[in-house]
């Protein structure tokens, strides 16, 4: 899980409640992202992602 729970917390009002399975939908997002993020690398031919690649 790349995403830590108790950092959510400190992003959000403290007036907002955080759903139980947020964590796991921003870890899901966070996995495609990085994944399209290595294959952008890769038709580019680096085998370093780069900020430009998100």
Do not use: F, H, W, Y
């Amino acid at each position: 899980m790349l995403i830590i729970k108790s950092n959510i917390r400190k992003q959000v009002p403290k007036e907002m409640r955080v759903g139980i399975d947020v964590a796991n939908a921003l870890d899901k997002a966070a996995q495609e992202l990085l994944k399209k993020a290595v294959e952008r690398a890769k038709e580019n031919k680096r085998t370093t992602i780069l900020a430009q690649d998100i």
